[in-house]
Nanobody, 128 residues
Framework: QVQLVQSGGGLVKAGDSLRLSCIASGRADSFQGSAMGWFRQSPGKDREFVGSVDWSGDTTVYTDSVMGRFTISRTNAKNVQYLQMNSLKPEDTAVYYC???????????????????WGQGTQVTVSS
């Protein structure tokens, strides 16, 4: 069984930066062979795709609203992925979730249904 534990997040001002971390435990081989993703959800809205990274870290995709501001990276040797968020805006306010595709599904995906394991979520609040 894979567990994803998130850290980071908090309350920042518009224009500030934050880094979220997501550490996988339980099955290192699952993490190291699987694509990872980040999603976010605001009150009253559906869960929204933020970005995804393939198993190697070489390929990333992002939703248009965060392109150029957010960067996903991963360190397979440490079973951790990161979401670096720069130039934050009030509309970035949400609960952020990391996710793993599992079963060594190595390619990126924008669909929440493609992800098997989910972190506990962490609140990011950006004030204007």
């Amino acid at each position: 069984q894979v567990q994803l534990v998130q850290s980071g997040g908090g309350l920042v001002k518009a224009g500030d930066s934050l880094r979220l971390s997501c550490i996988a435990s339980g099955r290192a081989d699952s993490f190291q062979g699987s694509a990872m993703g980040w999603f976010r959800q605001s009150p009253g809205k559906d869960r929204e795709f933020v970005g995804s990274v393939d198993w190697s870290g070489d390929t990333t995709v992002y939703t248009d609203s965060v392109m150029g501001r957010f960067t996903i990276s991963r360190t397979n040797a440490k079973n951790v992925q990161y979401l670096q968020m720069n130039s934050l805006k009030p509309e970035d306010t949400a609960v952020y979730y990391c996710a793993e595709r599992g079963a060594k599904r190595s390619g990126v995906s924008e669909r929440p249904s493609d992800y098997v394991y989910w972190g506990q979520g962490t609140q990011v609040t950006v004030s204007s």
